[in-house]
């Protein structure tokens, strides 16, 4: 069983790589980073503040900072006043940020489409997939 689980985790590890490098290129080719990409997402909709960010996506406040202050020099989002916090403001998309990040979800969406188009992997497969690696999840939480 332990050598069943290690290989789950190492087969998810590798996968985790793959994608990173994948969206790294998607981003690239759309003239962004994948962290950009990772801050455009987080930050969509409401807005939320630069710690609220980096809690979200696990990361340091200061790496956040950093993205945020330049995804609102290239006009693709903006500080706004935060009611709950005078010295925290929101970072919110603009219709750049929300241009950009809809055509960066557009490409990974039309890469998922011709990945289930060339593979026949039936959905019952892809379910029990899933249901493995949460359970695995639940196992190793932390």
Request: hydrophobic letters at 40%.
């Amino acid at each position: 069983m332990k050598e069943a689980i290690r290989r789950v985790l190492d087969a998810s590890q590798e996968l985790i790589e793959q994608m990173a490098q994948l969206r790294e290129q998607m981003a690239r080719r759309a003239g962004a980073t994948r962290a950009t990409w990772r801050v455009l997402a987080a930050a969509a909709g409401q807005g939320r503040t630069v710690p609220q960010l980096a809690r979200r996506l696990g990361v340091k406040r200061q790496s956040v900072q950093r993205l945020a202050d330049q995804l609102v020099e290239s006009g693709r989002a903006r500080y706004e006043t935060n009611p709950d916090h005078r010295r925290s403001p929101l970072l919110k998309l603009t219709a750049s940020g929300e241009a950009a990040l809809k055509a960066l979800e557009r490409e990974l969406t039309d890469w998922e489409s011709d990945l289930g188009a060339e593979h026949e992997l039936e959905l019952e497969e892809l379910e029990t997939a899933l249901y493995v690696l949460r359970a695995v999840r639940e196992l190793i939480r932390v």
